[in-house]
């Protein structure tokens, strides 16, 4: 068993103005997912990107808007977000605050 504060974990930051904590990884002995904890700066976003996964999210705070394919839909607190297998999407903050959203993925990507 694991409990930890996200904060404490080392965050990763692949792109200015995001940072990404692997909070439940393949090292924590977790056989199927992998969660992590995106937090995205006021006018940042996540990169435009498609992957062959799902991915299930759960914003905790902050509001913005899910750009996908069909256009962009607000999120904030509390929206839960499912993206289907190979559709292109980013996550753009558009408030004053972080955007702060966790997210799940295969564990078989992680590696």
Not at 16 to 40: H, K, L, Q, S
Not at 48 to 59: D, I, K, M, R, T
Request: aromatic share 8%; charged share 25%.
């Amino acid at each position: 068993m694991k409990v930890c504060k996200y904060i404490d974990v080392e965050p990763v930051k692949e792109t200015p103005g995001v940072a990404r904590y692997d909070v439940i990884t393949a090292e924590d002995g977790a056989p199927n997912f992998c969660m992590r904890v995106f937090e995205v700066q006021p006018g940042s976003s996540t990169p435009s990107h498609a992957h062959p996964w799902e991915h299930e999210v759960f914003v905790v705070s902050g509001r913005g808007v899910l750009v996908g394919e069909a256009g962009g839909t607000e999120i904030d607190k509390g929206s839960v977000i499912f993206i289907e297998p190979n559709e292109n999407h980013c996550l753009v903050n558009k408030g004053n605050d972080p955007l702060r959203f966790v997210c799940l993925i295969p564990m078989i990507m992680e590696q």
